[in-house]
């Protein structure tokens, strides 16, 4: 079992910036894949960014340039700078964690919503 505790989120203005925190505890894998995905209301859930053990990231083409993700392996914990923000980024965000066995667990969520 993996819990995700995340931190993070508010209210900010267009071209603000916000940062997302998540640690994982537990069973964790020495091999595995942590990162953020988000959900607006009506929306379906959609990959914002992730980063795998070994540093490869990726990021979904509406965020890329603006968000940067990173992590502490050492720590179990990743990291979200969003910088530029819009008012389409408001959404949940929830941290997500894939192991090498397959196994995928997501935080609570965390409230972002961004003012015009």
């Known amino acids: 079992q993996v819990r995700l505790t995340e931190s993070g989120g508010g209210l900010v203005q267009v071209g603000g910036s916000l940062r997302l925190s998540c640690a994982a505890s537990g069973s964790i894998r020495r091999t595995n894949v942590m990162g953020w995905y988000r959900q607006a209301p009506g929306d379906q859930r959609e990959l914002v960014a992730t980063?795998?053990?070994?540093?490869?990231?990726k990021y979904a083409d509406s965020v890329k340039g603006r968000f940067i993700i990173s992590n502490d392996n050492a720590k179990n914990t990743v990291l979200l700078q969003m910088n530029s923000l819009k008012p389409e980024d408001t959404a949940l965000y929830s941290c997500y964690y894939g192991s090498d066995l397959g196994s995928k667990y997501w935080g609570q969520g965390t409230q972002v919503t961004v003012s015009s």
């Open positions: 980063i795998n053990t070994g540093g490869l990231t």
